[in-house]
């Protein structure tokens, strides 16, 4: 063999022993190092980070830090023992929460743990159409019957938005035997609902409500912030901290609110049910961290910062005429920190193109007709004031958008026709089936687009004409067998 081919069989040989497809990936992606971020994490490369646990982490590194519990005499997390149970009870207070709960795996743990705890077999749930795929999750093994209340449709955006009162009371009204109300608010896009009427409307049924707030964890340290459904006559809430708090991804906090009227041992043992044995020192550290600096001085500045950042967009584009930021109106209020922006002309994802490609800037989300851009704790004033600047020059220049007219319908706004449960579609026989072949028949998995997980369709539900322009990606469909 020539010594060429052998050394080259050689290297191969190591390039495989040692080749890591996610590592390739990150190195790659570390290496653009100067994109500009407005997405989740919030904590955004780190600026967000608790300074002390970020030492901590730059002087060990995570290899050296990584454990689960039980061991370093941190405690356990089922049951709360020793400094994660401290690490709790402080985040309850932080929170004004009865009890508060560490989850690792997000939100979605959280919201599994709800619908195991308060909901049984045939239950009827009153739900919001635009909860996350997490709580259809719950629904399944729960065996609930959701009745959905669909939100306002802002058609404008083209997004979901609050779910009002009177849908509330009127489903109520319609179905006595509800026993509990599930909504989401804030959206994703910043839409926050008028949880303390909907939540006296429970109180007078005697239900509990659940507020799915993942996208809301800062709203507890800002009088600037809307008012957690916490402190608005929630039973339960959970809180994403990664998303917007500055905690590591799938880092998450459920809380119990003080005058819930949740069973807290059940819901605690449904925890322990979901939960790896093994959780991570490090996620849960972040929580902590977390918790601490937003309840700092220096967390609580960030917070401003982030909130004049998200001002100050809004102030400099309110002169053009062709760009268009979901505000707070005579309808509805939002979260001042998210910014949904159109731009007349283009589709949202054309923006994200021309925003990553030409500006080095990463947005969180796209829909038909614009994008999501989080001001987080972690973004500077000089980075907003590029952003904006890059915006303009989007909004004043000829960016031909070519694929405007084809754009892929992103936000399911549609009427459901509910054949079955979804537990009872789940444990029926299914088959996939060609798109154009699954009109008319009954989808057998929750198809929802990440970000931000909201469904097309769940188990049990009829596919009809009006969803292929949501499903053009997918080439086959799965469902139940004739
Ligand atoms: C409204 C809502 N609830 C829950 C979740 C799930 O959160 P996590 O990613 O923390 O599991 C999401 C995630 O996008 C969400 O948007």
């Not at 709800?114 to 159409?129: M, Q, S, Y």
């Not at 000829?398 to 892929?408: G, Q």
Request: aromatic share 8%; with cysteine; glycine share 6%.
């Amino acid at each position: 063999m020539d010594s060429n081919k052998s050394k080259r069989i050689k290297s191969d040989k190591k390039i495989q022993e040692t080749y890591a497809p996610i590592l390739e990936a990150i190195k790659r992606s570390s290496s653009n190092g100067g994109s500009i971020q407005f997405h989740i994490p919030g904590h955004t490369k780190g600026v967000g980070v608790l300074p002390d646990f970020k030492a901590l982490l730059d002087k060990y590194g995570a290899a050296a830090l990584d454990s689960t519990d039980e061991f370093e005499n941190i405690g356990t997390l089922h049951p709360p023992t020793g400094p994660i149970k401290e690490a709790q009870e402080l985040a309850a207070k932080a929170f004004g929460a009865k009890e508060s709960f560490f989850l690792l795996n997000g939100s979605s743990i959280g919201n599994m743990a709800l619908a195991l705890t308060l909901i049984k077999p045939n239950d009827k749930v009153l739900i919001g159409r635009n909860c996350h795929r997490s709580i259809v999750t719950g629904m399944i093994m729960s065996s609930a019957n959701p009745i959905w209340i669909a939100p306002k449709k802002h058609e404008k955006y083209s997004i979901w938005g609050e779910i009002t009162p009177q849908d509330v009371k009127n489903q109520l009204e319609a179905n006595p035997d509800i026993k509990l109300v599930w909504i989401t608010s804030p959206t994703y896009e910043g839409i926050v609902s008028d949880v303390k009427a909907i939540s006296s409307i429970c109180k007078s049924y005697n239900i509990p409500l659940i507020v799915d707030e993942a996208h809301g964890c800062l709203w507890n340290f800002s009088p600037k912030l809307p008012t957690s459904a916490l402190h608005l006559g929630a039973s339960a809430v959970v809180h994403s901290m990664h998303k917007t708090g500055g905690s590591f991804s799938q880092s998450s906090i459920l809380h119990v609110s003080k005058d819930s009227i949740i069973n807290v041992e059940k819901l605690k043992h449904n925890l322990r049910l979901l939960h790896t044995t093994s959780p991570s020192i490090l996620l849960l550290a972040s929580i902590d961290a977390a918790r601490a600096y937003l309840e700092s001085e220096s967390g609580k500045k960030l917070i401003d910062n982030a909130i004049d950042n998200a001002m100050y967009v809004r102030q400099e584009l309110k002169h053009y005429e062709n760009v268009h930021i979901l505000s707070n109106n005579n309808d509805f209020k939002i979260d001042p920190t998210k910014l949904y922006i159109t731009i007349d002309g283009f589709s949202g994802a054309r923006l994200e193109t021309i925003l990553k490609t030409e500006f080095n800037i990463e947005i969180e989300s796209t829909t038909d007709y614009g994008f999501l851009a989080l001001l987080n704790i972690g973004n500077n004033f000089n980075e907003v004031k590029y952003f904006v600047e890059s915006l303009k020059k989007i909004a004043t220049s000829n960016y031909h958008d070519i694929s405007y007219m084809e754009k892929l319908k992103f936000m399911p706004l549609l009427t459901p026709t509910i054949k079955m449960t979804p537990r009872e579609a789940f444990y029926m026989e299914s088959e996939k089936v060609s798109l154009e072949n699954s009109v008319g028949r009954i989808s057998s998995e929750i198809i929802a687009e990440c970000p931000p997980g909201i469904f097309i369709l769940v188990p049990g539900e009829l596919i009809t004409e009006a969803h292929l322009p949501y499903l053009r990606k997918y080439k086959e469909i799965s469902v139940l067998k004739d």
